[in-house]
């Protein structure tokens, strides 16, 4: 079983620049075909973000378009996600999400693990 964990959260001031860091931790076996982030605002359904596939294609919502900026770290399982111009709209509980994990249960053994959250990590823009 692969574990996603983010990190990077916080307070931040509005126009403020803010990175959320997201790692699939265990026995991943090879580069994870798309790995993205969602957020959750109080009140409000869980929405796509942003994502990055394995083939390097990055996609976002027009809502972070030109200020959000997701970037992976194709050999570590990482994906991250530099905020920047940050607005009180931005607030939310920020998910990373993982599909197709293929794991390594070794002797040549593998397994996929779909559509994988992590715990998500709270982001407050706010003065």
């Known amino acids: 079983q692969v574990e996603l964990v983010e990190s990077g959260g916080g307070l931040v001031q509005p126009g403020g620049s803010l990175r959320l860091s997201c790692i699939a931790s265990g026995d991943v076996y090879d580069a994870i075909p798309v790995m993205a982030w969602y957020r959750q605002a109080p009140g409000k359904q869980r929405e796509w973000v942003a994502e990055?596939?394995?083939?390097?294609?990055?996609h976002y919502a027009d809502s972070v378009k030109g200020r959000f900026t997701i970037s992976r770290d194709y050999s570590k399982s990482v994906v991250d996600l530099y905020m920047t111009s940050l607005t009180p709209e931005d607030t939310a509980v920020y998910y990373c999400?993982?599909?197709?994990?293929?794991?390594?249960?070794?002797?040549?053994?593998?397994?996929?693990?779909?559509?994988?959250w992590g715990q998500g990590i709270q982001v407050i823009v706010s003065s």
């Open positions: 999400y993982a599909d197709g994990i293929k794991l390594d249960h070794g002797m040549g053994v593998t397994s996929f693990q779909y559509e994988s």
């Open positions: 990055q596939r394995n083939t390097g294609a990055r």
